[in-house]
């Protein structure tokens, strides 16, 4: 037995189990848990005492360098991935975007080169489906087999991405097919927009327009939609960014009738609200993002939702955009701000501290909601997700009692503001290993660009 | 105290009271109720013992003269409304169709004259709503003014019918502005178009797969979408001809919510079931009609569901076809099958039949569901619907025991067939009249064609 | 055609309608209804114009000339029932006390005595179960003959009226069999009276400390648990002074089942709260009734539970001790405070400003939760509760747009203080009508103690 | 690195992960999990090549050695304890009885002396509460500084068990404070007793009135009961043997509201129902247990509920009596008959060949049902019901592929009897460890009473 990496010392916490260990990595796998596991040969003694060991975090909403009404998201693949590092994320999955007429895998190609060679960590794609003729359905199956297993809808953005319920529907058939796993963006765009017109109408253009133009029953009924038509489809589906308790209600329903329905929150629903509007001047434009911010009461709603296992998942939905010049682009008219936040950084220790601190759930429950229900969802699991023999050595030696102030003085998102200036969090990561691979060492980025690979993920499989 | 007519010796009954007394009228209107009325100077002395007086039914769900693929339904306002009268519905309100690029004036149009001079007893129009620019909104808003306070929107039959959730918004917005009802064909037009399509690819073309692609799930998704549209809007919404269990629970769910929701069903759907598709050949076509037919277990449900007012009305969705010739044209296809059924006639007698003597409710439910409710929620009462002083005086002397067999042979419907063949009902109408004429006695229609008038109904509100 | 009493220009309201009438009163029965009523001949002719005529209240909970350790409650039949004449009821159902080991015959012969010769309006007894031995079943079932169709039961206070499950479910079996109703007081006296020994052993002795101690999910238990008690034994349900949002969800949940469940609250639950307690010193005793007053919300919960039939009836539970000596015996110990408070007087009025003015239901709903329900639940119908021809003559004449303010300074219960004190109400009785005559007059009794009778009851039957 | 035993090849499958590893035993623990991990030292290497080896199963509900009236259940704690280790069960929670009148510790010292000396594996008990008087109350809490952490209490048989509401309100606060769980049997036995006495009364004295004498109805409404008076008390509450979709709903609720309420269902209201009373004479008394067998489709139900983690716990409520004159005490009176069933030994493969091979849910979730989750909620857990370096090896080498018909002839539990006979299983044991000690062989019990030892169990809490 010997090891390249041995992390000793530390409490390894799964989504069961919390057990003092060491660890022993060879040749980027986890080979071996135990009391003393031999040091000779390693060439990397951990120290990990005091802290936690948990499977890296899994990111399965992001938008690095993704283009947006002539201006693109702040990130690309090198600086988001690096920010993912150090918040403890070792994979992510972005969106591959289908312009209408285009082959899923021309957008997929666009995307690998976005990708190649600037990752600092694993990642995937999902690939957002905008234009479905029968080729397409076949190129949905055939993905499928290359690693591509999940698709993404939009029930809002009408005359951009929304779709209409017969190509949802022959989508989620598709997928019901091929093991694939399909992912609404659930918020109904034809109501949204009438109601954003008359806003407009009536002058109504502040930042805080766009939360007020997309009620909470929008949302609840598309993803109440969305859960219809995939039972009627026989497939999965999974509701991005969740926001709000009337579209949790929904989730919840159908999963109590055991139906394969999942849903994700991200951590600024769970800490912000419809209240950070109360700001100066355009300063609301920070907090744009869809679906909006809620009232605050919504807040507890979804952290209940997470620890009940009515959410499987928190993601961030990172789509950072900077207050200057790109957020500015919406200035006189809130339909124009860039639509997303910058979140990919901090996921880990924001539900940490409410999860964990906060009381709501345990260490393990934090482990699975940041990492093992994403892995096992997205096929990418047990390589991901986990720590076992034979996974992949994506590990965070994390401080349960590291305090840390988010700040975009401090942060490594590029990025010119925060949404979560100035909040307080409790646990952090100490080092961030990808594959056996130091990348984070105590604040310091250690690894690479291009370090990443492409993961070809396993169809959806959750019996 | 004169009256022209004198039901003597009858239990009055209403949607809240049953009670034994006379009742005067004159010019057509109800003018006391009371214990031994003056019977000198009265034109017609009718004697009620022995039998309920109940106000005249109002079926808010009837298709005559309707065009339909190359052919039109078989009973047109004559033939239609007479068979009605037998039933002892003195109150219609039919649909007048707007053709995509018309203005809603013309649908009425076109449909006044259909009814012109040849109604025998009195109706109204919905407006079905196709295309909706602009201007057809405020034209909405004036045909409140005119009598016409309620519009009827499709999500089922894309291409033909089916308008897209924006404009189902917008005619809601309208609705809520003028004091309009939206009556709402629920049913998943998308999903459902593409599960035919499969059917007919895998040959299955005979009538029963008319009823087994539709599945329940269509209905109940679109009919919370209906409801959660209305809410945004602040707009009431009318379920029309709901057919299952599921779709009851979201209109159960949102009443219980307090919110201005309603729904009807038909006969149709507490008698048959998906059973009656078990027919040789091409039999199964006069079961189809849309929604479909459900298992037998909907039933009892929807028998429930009207005795707790989770349901309101009953109305027919009168809709006929022959056998020969017209339900013929989809010997092939079910698809290319004449959608509907004949049911106008039969309407009180199977509900009291089921409702009163199938110990399910009162005999004062009876009334509401097939009188009064759809009179106040469509803007007939108190003209019509219930037996006050001032109302109109159309009533039926209702024979709680009379016994009929229901069929082809002896109804006056001009259609070759009876959905209802056989079956055995217990009450019937002895006598009925229109504002204070008689035109019904004893199996004879002593009425004329011409006699029915338009009604111009009034706004809606129910508080 | 010849009446004692014509009320002429009346808007008539009952449950369903309401229209333009005059209306006819010969030996105390309503015998006719009708425009231009003939007046010669009648004693009086009373002029209703810009009045609604409504039937005579019914209040099926007071508690008068009822004894409490050592005191009772403070208006007797003659104070009690004339106050409720003032505020426009007609009928009350009161209650008999079964003494352990006392036959109900002799409860029932007590409670005679007290009203005997003193009540003012029409009366009936719900008989209040305490012990049950075998006699006693029988006698429940002869007394339901005797037209007291109704039995109390309590699931609160231990060792005094709290009877186990099995007793509970002994008599909804005779009740059952007899056609009658059981009464249910639905709060879990066990864990009640555990909290209640702590906080006393903790100092808490003040009369808000009878509120603290009765937690809502005490009441909803119970409320739960009575019905399931009830669907077993196929009987009827009736949950008396319903305070809170979660057992009216155990109702509701009832209801939209099917089952024969249903409910009252009371004017208190609706417009006060338990910031009624932030009074000084011991104030708060005159709030102190079971069940308590709750947070504020519930409030709302509770009107759109009338609204939407979830919540049937409107009673008083009207149990009043005066703050002076009889509600000061709890000044060291809450749990000594006389429970109840007083109401008789003010729920027309009360449920009108709210209900039809507040612009949550329609008149008719208020005619149906004051007086056509529980008449119908209660066997007076179609005797009392409505307006039709051959109903008693109890009438009220409601003037909509009265206003008063309502104070223990002017109001006729002989208590010194009022729950609703300085509350205002718009829409009071003008005229007050028992049986034909006369008992209120703009503000004077005209009646006489002795005219009320006891009213033999009818069975359950609502089907 | 040195183990007393190693495991290799097999599929280590904890409740989360399921990864091919070696497994190193040293001292009764698990050490290691690794890649071929050394065999140097090891005195028995075990070859699981095709097997998953999962921890060994915990049944937290039996009765061994159990008094009932005059007679006793027929596995005592060596007999009984075999079955369980050949069925792949290593720990188990026996129930010690407080008659009344007595202390907690001498119902315990009576199991104690039960067990000891006897048991072949590990062991922990619940108290049973039949009286609590004060000095009772605090003898619950220092018991759960001694290991007993979870006491029993009885909403059913009046006279015998039952306890009143108070009662278990006060035991809750008790819980509450100590850190202990109440379990509870949730039937209300007021109503079940009156329904009885009944159907004896009208000559139902057969086996099948056992079961037709206790609605569904009781159990949910004591189910909901329980739940509400641990929302209460602030305690959590664990509902054993629940058996029908109308508790389970209860308890749905309860957990989608975040309380921290559980249950557990056994193999025999999954695997057989109501019909299983239709069998000649007397032997439907092998069927009578409670709460009894239900109608058939609560069975899918029940399994819906497992693999939703709406049920966290399969246990056996083994309490078996033979047919031979134990249960033939009934012959003429269902009420006489001892109440029980035998089951320790088939949990296992009944669940494994229901769940797995039933396509209803993953080996991960076949592993918590059986042993994690009792583990977790019972104090028990890291030392058991997981695989982690520092647990118990407590270790079952399991073949998903061996099949197994289950007889009376075969099993090894003391009962003429088998409630499963016939049923084909597939799944089961090849070899059982308890702390690193070999119990079973391939079929052969290589273990020893006495081995078996009482474990300290910790304090509730599962954030």
């Given at each position: 037995?010997?090891?390249?990496?041995?992390?000793?010392?530390?409490?390894?916490?799964?989504?069961?189990?919390?057990?003092?260990?060491?660890?022993?990595?060879?040749?980027?796998?986890?080979?071996?848990?135990?009391?003393?596991?031999?040091?000779?040969?390693?060439?990397?003694?951990?120290?990990?005492?005091?802290?936690?060991?948990?499977?890296?975090?899994?990111?399965?909403?992001?938008?690095?360098?993704?283009?947006?009404?002539?201006?693109?998201?702040?990130?690309?693949f090198e600086s988001g991935?690096?920010?993912?590092?150090?918040?403890?994320?070792?994979?992510?999955?972005?969106?591959?975007?289908?312009?209408?007429?285009?082959?899923?895998?021309?957008?997929?190609?666009?995307?690998?080169?976005?990708?190649?060679?600037?990752?600092?960590?694993?990642?995937?794609?999902?690939?957002?489906?905008?234009?479905?003729?029968?080729?397409?359905?076949?190129?949905?199956?055939?993905?499928?087999?290359?690693?591509?297993?999940?698709?993404?809808?939009?029930?809002?953005?009408?005359?951009?991405?929304?779709?209409?319920?017969?190509?949802?529907?022959?989508a989620m058939l598709a997928?019901?097919?091929?093991?694939?796993?399909?992912?609404?963006?659930?918020?109904?765009?034809?109501?949204?927009?009438?109601?954003?017109?008359?806003?407009?109408?009536?002058?109504?253009?502040?930042?805080?327009?766009?939360?007020?133009?997309?009620?909470?029953?929008?949302?609840?009924?598309?993803?109440?939609?969305?859960?219809?038509?995939?039972?009627?489809?026989?497939?999965?589906?999974?509701?991005?960014?969740?926001?709000?308790?009337?579209?949790?209600?929904?989730?919840?329903?159908?999963?109590?009738?055991?139906?394969?329905?999942?849903?994700?929150?991200?951590?600024?629903?769970?800490?912000?609200?419809?209240?950070?509007?109360?700001?100066?001047?355009?300063?609301?434009?920070?907090?744009?993002?869809?679906?909006?911010?809620?009232?605050?009461?919504?807040?507890?709603?979804?952290?209940?939702?997470?620890?009940?296992?009515?959410?499987?998942?928190?993601?961030?939905?990172?789509?950072?955009?900077?207050?200057?010049?790109?957020?500015?682009?919406?200035?006189?008219?809130?339909?124009?701000?860039?639509?997303?936040?910058?979140?990919?950084?901090?996921?880990?220790?924001?539900?940490?501290?409410?999860?964990?601190?906060?009381?709501?759930?345990?260490?393990?429950?934090?482990?699975?909601?940041?990492?093992?229900?994403p892995a096992k969802l997205?096929?990418?699991?047990?390589?991901?997700?986990?720590?076992?023999?034979?996974?992949?050595?994506?590990?965070?030696?994390?401080?349960?009692?590291?305090?840390?102030?988010?700040?975009?003085?401090?942060?490594?998102?590029?990025?010119?503001?925060?949404?979560?200036?100035?909040?307080?969090?409790?646990?952090?990561?100490?080092?961030?290993?990808?594959?056996?691979?130091?990348?984070?060492?105590?604040?310091?980025?250690?690894?690479?660009?291009?370090?990443?690979?492409?993961?070809?993920?396993?169809?959806?499989?959750?019996?």
């Open positions: 037995m010997r090891f390249d990496t041995l992390i000793r010392n530390g409490i390894i916490a799964t989504a069961t189990d919390t057990f003092a260990s060491d660890l022993g990595i060879a040749d980027g796998k986890i080979v071996a848990l135990g009391q003393n596991l031999p040091a000779e040969g390693a060439t990397n003694i951990v120290d990990a005492a005091g802290n936690y060991v948990i499977p890296g975090g899994i990111d399965v909403h992001t938008h690095l360098d993704m283009p947006f009404g002539g201006t693109k998201s702040a990130d690309d991935t690096i920010a993912a590092a150090f918040g403890g994320t070792t994979t992510l999955i972005d969106f591959a975007i289908q312009q209408k007429g285009q082959t899923l895998r021309t957008a997929l190609d666009t995307w690998w080169k976005k990708a190649d060679g600037k990752a600092a960590i694993d990642y995937g794609f999902h690939c957002i489906v905008t234009d479905l003729p029968e080729a397409r359905l076949e190129e949905m199956k055939s993905l499928a087999g290359e690693g591509v297993t999940s698709f993404k809808l939009f029930m809002a953005y009408p005359g951009v991405f929304m779709v209409e319920d017969a190509l949802i529907f022959k997928a019901s097919d091929s093991g694939s796993m399909i992912c609404m963006h659930a918020e109904n765009g034809g109501a949204i927009d009438v109601i954003v017109r008359r806003a407009l109408a009536e002058g109504k253009t502040a930042p805080k327009y766009h939360a007020l133009t997309r009620p909470t029953t929008a949302e609840a009924e598309a993803t109440g939609r969305a859960i219809a038509l995939a039972e009627m489809a026989g497939s999965p589906v999974y509701i991005v960014h969740l926001s709000c308790s009337e579209a949790l209600e929904r989730v919840r329903e159908a999963r109590d009738r055991g139906l394969p329905v999942y849903a994700e929150t991200c951590p600024q629903y769970l800490y912000l609200s419809i209240e950070n509007f109360d700001v100066p001047g355009f300063e609301g434009a920070k907090y744009v993002f869809t679906p909006p911010l809620r009232e605050k009461w919504h807040q507890e709603r979804l952290w209940k939702g997470l620890a009940a296992d009515q959410l499987q998942v928190v993601s961030t939905d990172h789509c950072p955009f900077c207050y200057k010049e790109q957020k500015e682009l919406g200035k006189d008219d809130f339909t124009k701000i860039p639509n997303g936040g910058p979140g990919i950084e901090h996921r880990l220790s924001l539900v940490f501290t409410g999860g964990v601190h906060g009381g709501r759930f345990s260490v393990n429950r934090f482990v699975e909601t940041v990492s093992t229900a997205f096929g990418l699991y047990p390589r991901k997700g986990t720590i076992a023999v034979g996974s992949d050595a994506d590990l965070v030696i994390f401080d349960p009692n590291l305090e840390q102030v988010i700040s975009a003085a401090t942060h490594h998102m590029r990025v010119d503001y925060s949404m979560f200036e100035g909040i307080k969090v409790k646990g952090a990561p100490r080092q961030v290993f990808s594959r056996g691979r130091l990348l984070i060492d105590d604040g310091k980025f250690v690894g690479r660009a291009g370090h990443g690979e492409f993961i070809k993920r396993q169809r959806y499989n959750l019996r």
